[in-house]
Structure formats: structure tokens, C-alpha cells
């Protein structure tokens, strides 16, 4: 039987339980020669630094110290970095892959929470549910006589920007549900959109066709604001804005113009900055939705990353290849 690799956590240590419970702890235990005790979040005490020295393997997550050269001198042995979260842009330098050291993300699972957020709030939002809500607790009575108009999801118009990791897997997702999906990404053919089975359309038209519009771009200096007082002005009456990417992609004042005015909705997992200021209009404002940045993997959710990041383990002490590696060429056009 072929020798385990030696490993080390390298994460926040109270996350390591909520990212690795104990089923999944036994399986990483079966493949790697890992010290359960030691969870590193820098890597100046001895004991980190002796582990270090051993390490074949980071199992890593956030709050992982930063791999830069000092580092990785201290780890003459290291070949593979799993990361049981989503962006290892914060931590792994490009050091890394010109030592080439393999990495690994759980990238990939921690979309599917972000997509299922998503699909939740555009399917709640063509109902209104929102608004309707906060009229009912106002009236303690039905806000309506009926039958209401204007609201449903039936065939309603959903735009995607961005065909990420989360932006895939939510046109999946809404694959089943009645509604017309269309997607604006610069980087993505017709044929590409296609095999994704939507329309492709410029970001100007699918802003101006859309009753909701769903923000899965990456945050690059390209994309900073990509939706401002001109692309917020495209959008019909009545639509509704979602963004679970980075806040930064939005242009919050325009926004707040719009929002204000009651011309558009919000629905926002992310802002820049992040939390929003105390006196933001934003909170108030009834056709405005904040959440606190939840969408992605939570409670029972980090597991699943884990959970990847052992079955990639598993892959690489039986002498497979990793699954889920990151591109360092790629990982810098993004954020």
C-alpha cells in the first residue's frame, strides 16, 4: 500500500469542523497523514513551520496564510494545494504555479448555493413577494381584491450577465421553470450559448428585454460599474435587479436613483462597499432587498466543500489527476 502524503490545514481553525465533520475527516484521514490538531492560519509557530517542511499537501480555506516565495521555500515539498472554498486569488501568488505546484478549488460546489440564492429571488421576485410582504404586515389584510396583475413567472423575461461557474448553473436551474432565459457574456459564442441552450444577446439588449436581470460577472477592472446610470436607464419599468457577484459590478448611487424612484427593484447579496453605509437609502427603501452576503456556501453548506476537497485528496493518493484545477492565466482574468 502506497505511503499517505504528508498534509497541513491551513485555514481558520473554527471553520474546520463546519467545512470538515467528522464523516469527512475519516476519509481525508484514510488518504492523507494529516494532524487534526494543528490547523494553521499563519505559519510562524514551530509547529506550523515543522508541519510545513513536511507537507506534500495544503488543505487550505479562508483565512489560509498567504503563499508567497518565504513561504514556499519553507515547503520544499509541497506539490498540491485543495482549496475548500471558491477564489484562491486572495492567498496563492503566482509563485505557486511557477513552482509548479497544482491547485485545486471547491470553486465549483460553492457555485451551486449562490445559483439555488438566485433562482429562489428571481422566481420570488416575479411574484412581487417582496413589496406584497411589507403591505401585509402594514395592513394585517390582503394588499389586494382578487386577482392581481403584473405578476408571475410565466414567461417572464430573466437576462443572465455572465456565464460563470454560478451563471451556468443557475441557466440550469431555471432550465425547468417557464421563463424566456437569456445570456450576455463578451467571452462566450453562439455556439457556446447554444450548447448552453439561450439566446445570446449584447449586454444593451438583454438589459432593455429583461424583467429581471441576474449579475454573475467576475469583478476586473472591466467590469467595475459595468451597470451605471446608462445600462440601469435600459432596463424596463418595473424590472428587477439581482447581484450575487461583487457589488462592485453596480454603480449604487445610479441605482439608488432608480430604485428611488420606483422605477426599478433590487434584490442584493453583495454592495460596494460591503456592508453598506448605516444611512444607505438602500435598507429603507421598500423595492430594495439587502441580504448580508449569504448566498454563498453557509451552515450545512461547507460541507459539500469539503467534501470536494476530499475527493480530490482521494484522487491524488490513488496517483489520479485532480478534477477541479485552477489556470493561473485564467484565475487572473477574474476575481
Known amino acids: 500500500m502506497p505511503e499517505r502524503p504528508q498534509a497541513l490545514f491551513a485555514m481558520t481553525p473554527r471553520n474546520l469542523p463546519l ?7 475519516a476519509r481525508l484521514g484514510a488518504c492523507v497523514d494529516i494532524d487534526r490538531s494543528l490547523v494553521a492560519d499563519d505559519f510562524t509557530g514551530p509547529r506550523a513551520r515543522a508541519a510545513l517542511a513536511r507537507a506534500e499537501v ?13 513561504a514556499l521555500d519553507a515547503a520544499p515539498r509541497l506539490r498540491a494545494v485543495l482549496h475548500a472554498a471558491g477564489s484562491v486569488k486572495g492567498f496563492a501568488t503566482p509563485e505557486v504555479w511557477r513552482r509548479g505546484i497544482a491547485v485545486s478549488s471547491a470553486a465549483e460546489a460553492n457555485a ?7 433562482l429562489a429571488v428571481i422566481l ?12 401585509l404586515r402594514e395592513r394585517r389584510a390582503f394588499p389586494y381584491d382578487g386577482i392581481l396583475t403584473g405578476v408571475g413567472n410565466h414567461g417572464r423575461r430573466v437576462g443572465v450577465v455572465g456565464a460563470s461557474r454560478v451563471g451556468r448553473r443557475l441557466i440550469e436551474l431555471l432550465r425547468p421553470h417557464d421563463l424566456a432565459v437569456t445570456l450576455a457574456d463578451p467571452y462566450v459564442d453562439a455556439a457556446e450559448a447554444a450548447r448552453l441552450g439561450v439566446p445570446l444577446l449584447p449586454l444593451d439588449e438583454l438589459l432593455g428585454t429583461s424583467d ?55 434584490v442584493l447579496d453583495v454592495t460596494d462597499p460591503e456592508p453598506l453605509p448605516a444611512d444607505s437609502p438602500l435598507y429603507d427603501l421598500p423595492n430594495a432587498f439587502v441580504t448580508p452576503h449569504l448566498a454563498g456556501s453557509q451552515g450545512n453548506e461547507l460541507a459539500r466543500l469539503g467534501r470536494a476537497v476530499v475527493e480530490e485528496a482521494e484522487r491524488l493518493a490513488s496517483g489520479g489527476a ?3 484545477t485552477v489556470d493561473h492565466a485564467a484565475l487572473e482574468r477574474t476575481a
Not at 420570488?124 to 403591505?135: E, H, I, Q, S, Y
Not at 418595473?238 to 447581484?243: E, F, R
Open 19 to 25: 467545512v470538515f465533520p467528522a464523516e469527512l475527516l
Open 58 to 70: 495544503l488543505i487550505t480555506g479562508w483565512g489560509c496564510p498567504r503563499l508567497d516565495a518565504p
Open 112 to 118: 451551486l448555493p449562490v445559483a439555488e440564492y438566485a
Open 124 to 135: 420570488l421576485a416575479g411574484k412581487d413577494v417582496f413589496a406584497l410582504r411589507d403591505r
Open 212 to 266: 429581471v436581470v441576474s449579475l454573475h460577472a467576475p469583478q476586473t477592472p472591466e467590469t467595475r460599474r459595468l451597470i451605471g446610470a446608462r445600462e440601469l436607464a435600459l432596463m424596463p419599468d418595473g424590472a428587477v435587479l439581482v447581484n450575487t457577484a461583487r457589488g462592485a459590478l453596480v454603480d449604487h448611487g445610479a441605482l439608488v436613483d432608480q430604485v428611488r424612484a420606483g422605477r426599478l427593484s433590487a
Open 322 to 324: 485532480l478534477l477541479h
